[in-house]
């Protein structure tokens, strides 16, 4: 990769790093307000502004201002944010993204200016339109840098090949790479990521918070905002001292917020979550609400919720949305989010970023 920066960070104070913000201009308005950002904090967007979400080009917008604003706000590409250089590429192939995806950032635009397409577009009558109206914010996205790095960390957006040198990671890798955490990289210093959710890397409770691999020198924080059913835009903290920084988390999310009414203990034996990609699923023994099922690609059983059980013309089960197998503890007072309550008996709910099940009535 070609575009990598180098930035000096004092030795104390906050960096908070998002990422995957993915048009989302509420909620991330919400988590800056929430984690109190003020122009004594660094401020790191780890890629993926855009695509996905609904309001692609406010964020653009905004986070341009808070750029020119404040020049300790830094801005990494993620792979939504380069889909721009198929524009400026003159790639025929964005038409048919234009036309397959609902939301993205130049079909906003075009949105915006009133340009219809149809089927006498061409890739560079678009590029030109674009150009007229958008050419700083296209300068800007195509100029920002794949990684930055600083005295502790490197922030990408996907990940880093496991080289001798870090900086000889392709660039698309570093953009695209699936599941970084599951792969070891050799730059010494902490990856920060987004990119790849991490409820993907559940193994227990399933859960949208912020992992940190000492071991492996990786955090990924990418909590599948739009993405995911129970997904999350976090903000990753790092307060920085002399003696070694040390992290917390904080998040948003769009689900409503409820008082539990009941104490609930739960099963020790409903654990695990179905995600990403090992969808397929083989029922073993069906009770009132959730049926024991095989997962053959892990070898795992889990409780799959019944309504959450589908099956395709094949014959073969699946799951109608990622989902959550285990039963979370909750006490009565408590404020949970409730995620699912359209089931029998059992309501999904999320707590500290962890999502599962919890008999109905405990919510009153
Ligand atoms: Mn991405």
Known sequence: MDKI???????????????????EIRLFKELLKKVEFSSDDYLIINGDLCEKGGNSKEVVRYVMELT?????????????????????????????YL????????GEWLEEIGYQLNEHSTIQEVKEVLLRHYRKELEWLTNLPTAIETDRYIFVHAGLEDREDWKETDRSKALTM????????????????????????????????PIINEAKKIIAIDGGNVIKPTGQLNAFIIERSAEGDSFSHLYVDKLLARAVTKNFVAEEAMKGSINYPF?????????DFFTLCRQPETDKLLHVKNEYIIQNENGD?????????AQISVSKGEIVSVIDEGCAGYALIKKGGKAGWIPTECLG
Do not use: M, Q
């Open 317 to 325: 089960f699946t799951i109608k949305a990622d989902v959550s197998c």
């Open 279 to 287: 969808y397929t699923i083989v029922p073993v023994e069906k009770a």
């Open 5 to 23: 920066r180098e930035l000096a960070l004092p030795i104390s104070g906050r960096v908070i790093v998002i990422s995957d913000i993915h048009g």
């Open 178 to 209: 699936p599941s970084f955490l599951e792969k070891s990289h050799r730059a010494g210093k902490f990856v920060v990521v987004g990119h790849w959710p991490v409820v993907n890397y559940s193994t227990d409770i399933p859960s949208d918070n």
């Open 99 to 106: 036309a397959a995806r609902g939301n993205t950032l130049i």
């Open 68 to 96: 020119a604003a404040n020049p300790k706000v830094h801005v990494i590409e993620g792979n939504c944010d380069a889909l721009v250089e198929h524009l400026l590429n003159e790639n025929p192939k964005l038409l048919d």
